[in-house]
């Protein structure tokens, strides 16, 4: 599948660090070859990187590693395709614009049955299933306010959690969406996150041999979330997702997590049920006779 990463802070900081070993599983360290991106907000503006070529591979990957660029909220993503061929389009996150603001996506898993779900004014670039998804999300969204984004951020999430519990219910759902303010986060199969704050110490990379003193480049106030499909450090305590449920950032901190479909999305619960329903072979019991 694919691979996610997000970073949500309360104040500017740089990606480096955690995007060094994340472009690693862009075809070195994982086999997310098809594709890479990254989104850095400035304010309501989110500025894009997409290749769909391995993040490993690429000088525009060490560009962003060589020149920090400091951002309150940052999505990416490594891409290994399912649906959809290896192109610029289809390349995660997707950009749209509701409300005067960037809204950016990022999606791992595979949604078989979204193009039921028919689209009225959003209109996808490319193939995949991902951007049809987040089509739809949109749009359900600007009909659930259409006076626009709503000042009561907590129905903006609830409403996100239950568009989330859809598409999971029909797929394989994880997600990462942001809106220039939040970071939300839906766990469907796998996702974790790390909150670091004061005191700040020492982290190393899983898929490097680079370390970091946190100490030397943050204040006492500072409040940094990363979350990741898979942890990015070896020697941090990373809080692991229930599938089903939703996180929203804001200020570096978890600020709620909300019940988004069932206790596992469909595509696994389908695998279960569909090895718990595979019929076994009869058995045939050789006899013999005896000689009385």
């Known amino acids: 599948m694919c691979e996610l990463m997000g970073m949500e802070c309360n104040v500017p900081t740089d990606i480096v660090f955690s995007f060094t070993g994340f472009a690693l599983r862009g075809g070195k360290t994982g086999p997310h070859a098809d594709g890479w991106g990254l989104a850095l907000y400035e304010g309501k503006y989110a500025r894009s990187f997409l290749e769909p070529t391995p993040a490993c591979e690429s000088p525009m990957a060490a560009f962003i590693r060589d020149n920090p660029i400091k951002s309150l909220l940052a999505v990416a993503h490594v891409r290994k395709k399912t649906r959809g061929r290896a192109s610029l389009e289809n390349t995660h996150p997707f950009k749209r614009t509701l409300w005067g603001r960037h809204w950016v996506f990022a999606h791992n898993g595979t949604l078989p049955f979204v193009r039921r779900h028919k689209l009225r004014a959003e209109h996808p670039v490319g193939e995949t299933d991902s951007e049809h998804a ?56 796998k996702l974790c996150y790390i909150a670091r704050k004061a005191p700040f110490g020492r982290a190393t990379l899983s898929d490097a041999e680079l370390q970091i003193d946190f100490s030397a480049f943050t204040t006492p106030r500072d409040r940094v979330a990363v979350v990741a499909t898979v942890p990015l450090t070896r020697d941090e305590t990373w809080h692991e997702g229930r599938p089903g449920t939703m996180w929203v950032f804001r200020g570096g901190q978890l600020r709620a997590t909300l019940p988004s479909g069932a206790a596992a999305d469909n595509a696994e619960r389908a695998k279960s049920s569909r090895a718990r329903r595979k019929p076994q072979a009869k058995r045939h019991t050789k006899t013999t006779r005896r000689a009385a």
Do not use: S
């Not at 359900?140 to 239950?162: H, K, M, S, V």
């Open 134 to 189: 987040f089509c739809w999300m949109l749009e359900q969204l600007r009909a659930a306010f259409p006076a626009g984004y709503p000042r009561d951020a907590r129905r903006l999430w609830a409403t996100i959690a239950e568009l989330g519990g859809v598409l999971g219910g029909e797929g394989k759902f994880n997600f990462l969406l942001a809106d220039g303010r939040h970071l939300y986060a839906r766990c469907g199969t």
